[in-house]
C-alpha cells in the first residue's frame, strides 16, 4: 500500500496479536457515524480485537456485535471492560470520587449530565462550561477529559491504558502485543501502554504526541490506513 | 433494479415517508453482524428511518448512531421508545405483568435472565426451555415471542406495531407512510400497522404470510432489494 504518514519512531519487526480500537472519532466521524471501510477492514482481521470507548458498556458492545469483533470492550474510558456479550461487566473504577466532584462543580456551573443512569464508573457531562477552570477546583483524586463528543470525570486511578493492561493480563497477553489506535486525549495512556500506538489524522495534539504513528487520512479511513500500514489487512 | 420477489398484493402508487426496519436478522446476518450494504443504503434514504427491535434502548440508540439515521427508535418490542439519543426512554409496557409471568415459569423451567438491569418493559430469556410449553402456562396478560435470538416476556398490550402507531402520532404521521421490514414474528403487528410490510427471505413463515412483500434475498441484502423495489434508493 502507498500512503503518506508520518511514522514517530522507527520499530524492529513485531508481530502484533491484538488491536485496541477507540470508536468515536477514530471508527466514526464527527457526526458519530460507523465508517464502513473500517469495519470491513476490522472484520478481515485474523488478531483479537478490544473496542474501547468514553461510551457506556452497552454501548460498547452493541457496536462490537455490530462490527463482528470480539465481544471484549473497554467502557466509561477504562471505567468498566467486559469480556463478552452476556457477561456482567467489571467496574474498575470508583464512582463515588467522580459523584463527589460533580457537587464541586455544581457549585461553580450549570452541568447537564449525560447516560447517568448508566454509568457505573464515572460522570458524563454536556460540554457547557470552561473545562480549564473546571480542572482548577477539581479534587486529586479525579479528572476531567474531553472526548470532544463529551467531558467525563474520571476516577484519577482509571484509564483506558489500565483496562487494556488488566485485558492483556487477563486474556495472557504482554499489553506491547497489542496495536492502540485513537484520536483524542482519552486515549494517551492507551497508545503509550500498547506496543504500537497510532493518532488519526484528526487526533488531538496531545494524542499525536505520543502516537508512533499518525496516519495521513482522519477517522475510519485513517485506522484502515495503519492497518494496512502495519500489514495486518 | 431487476430482482426475483413474491408481491403478496398490489398496491397503487403510494409516496412512502419513513421506513421501520428491525435490526436483528433483518440489518444483521444470524451473528448479529450488520450488513455495510444495508447500511450505506439507509444512508442514502431521504425519508425518517425508525430502527424497530426486542433489544434494550440504549443498544438501539447505540445502533441508529453508528448506522447515521435518525434517532427515534423502538426498543423491547415496543415497550420501549425513544425520540433522540440523548433523550429519557418513553416506557409503554408494564414491567410488573412479566415479572409475575416470569415467576411462573420459574415453577416449571431452569429459565436464564438476559440483560435484565436494563429491560424496562418486559423479560429477556435465553432460548432454552419449550416456548409452546411456557405458552400454555403463561397469564393472559402477556406473551412470549422468540425473535430467533431470545425469548421475549412482553405485556399484551405491547407490540412494535402499537408503539410505530405511537411514534407516528407523534411525528404528525399516518402509522400508513411507513414502510415496514422485518424477520421474526415479534415483526407481525409492525408489518400489519404499516402501509406496506417487507420480510426478508429469511423470516418466519407468520411475517412472510402478512407482509405484502417477501423479498428473494435474506437479511441487510433483502432490505436493499426492498428499498429498490420501492423506488426509495
Redesign the interface.
Known sequence: MKCQYELKTTHTFVVFKALAVDIDGTL?DK????N?RA??AL?KLKIKVVLATG??S??A???A????VSDIVIAENGGVVRFGY?EDDVVLGDREKCLRALEVLRRHFKVEL?DFE?RKAEVCLRKNFPIEEARKILPEDVRIVDTGFAYHIIDANVSKGKALKFIADRLGLDVKDFVAIGDSENDVEMLEVAGFGVAVANADEKLKDVADLVTSKPNGDGVVEALEFLGLI
Open positions: 466514526t457526526k458519530r457515524v460507523l464502513c469495519v470491513e472484520r461510551n457506556i452497552c454501548f458492545r452493541a457496536v456485535k455490530m462490527i463482528g452476556d449525560l448508566y
